[in-house]
């Protein structure tokens, strides 16, 4: 069982609707949590993080984290075409390496 | 604005050539990382450096060295490429502290070794 799994995708959505993007994961030592965006041919940028359970709204992106089920999500509120790009959950256990899920592919459509 | 510069966009390289990849971050970051992407497999750890001349090995270190004798450039270094290297790889940093969360990246080298 990998670490890190997130749905590859790739997801189809309107423009203005709601998206939900989802990641499990097995190791229970982790307490970071993070999203990144990557548009093509660029790299990573930080988008939300979130420490232990909660969950953490900034503009139209809430990510949420739930300890118990090993599941954490981010959703886009009024998505827009500017959204299109492949979202990578990220996670960490105190000062370690950062895992990576492999992302899901996102398109918005006008 | 803060900056991860990687030295080239794409290379083309033959199998068995060394390869030097270049990383510089002009954020004043302590920790640098090198880390490939491949479609599937998300981002996998090379090796990463916490300090000038330290380094650690990360998940696949296996025909990658790396060099840090500044702060701010990090090279990754494939000492004879093959084919299986084939990939993209992504040059971050991270300021010093308890963890690794806020990583900057760079805009990755698309690497073809033929």
């Known amino acids: 069982q990998k670490e890190v799994e997130q749905d590859p995708g790739p997801l189809s959505v309107p423009e203005g609707a709601i998206v939900s993007l989802n990641c499990t994961y097995s190791?229970?030592?982790?307490?970071?949590f993070m999203w990144y965006r990557q548009y093509s041919r660029k790299g990573p940028e930080l988008l939300m993080y979130?420490?232990?359970?909660g969950n953490k709204e900034d503009g139209r992106f809430t990510a949420q984290v739930d300890k118990s089920s090993k599941y954490i999500s981010l959703f886009i509120r009024d998505s827009q075409p500017s959204d299109s790009a492949t979202y990578l959950c990220?996670?960490?256990?105190?000062?370690?390496?950062?895992?990576f899920g492999p992302g899901t592919s996102l398109s918005v459509i006008p | 604005d803060v900056k991860v510069t990687q030295s080239s966009r794409y290379l083309v390289k033959r199998t068995g050539e060394k390869v030097f990849l270049e990383c510089v971050q002009d954020?004043?970051?302590?920790?640098m990382f090198w880390y490939r992407q491949d479609p599937g497999l998300g981002l996998r750890l090379i090796y990463f450096?916490?300090?000038?001349?330290?380094?650690e090995k990360g998940d696949i270190p296996e025909g990658y060295s790396v060099s840090r004798e500044k702060k701010e450039r990090f090279s990754l270094i494939l000492e004879s490429a093959s084919t299986n290297q084939t990939s993209m790889y992504l040059c971050?940093?991270?300021?010093?502290?308890?963890?690794?969360?806020?990583?900057?990246f760079g805009s990755g080298t698309q690497l073809s070794v033929l």
């Open positions: 971050a940093s991270s300021p010093e502290g308890p963890t690794n969360e806020k990583l900057f």
């Open positions: 450096s916490y300090d000038v001349k330290m380094k």
């Open positions: 990220a996670m960490s256990a105190s000062r370690d390496k950062v895992i």
């Open positions: 954020m004043d970051h302590e920790n």
């Open positions: 190791n229970s030592a982790f307490q970071y």
């Open positions: 979130t420490y232990s359970s």
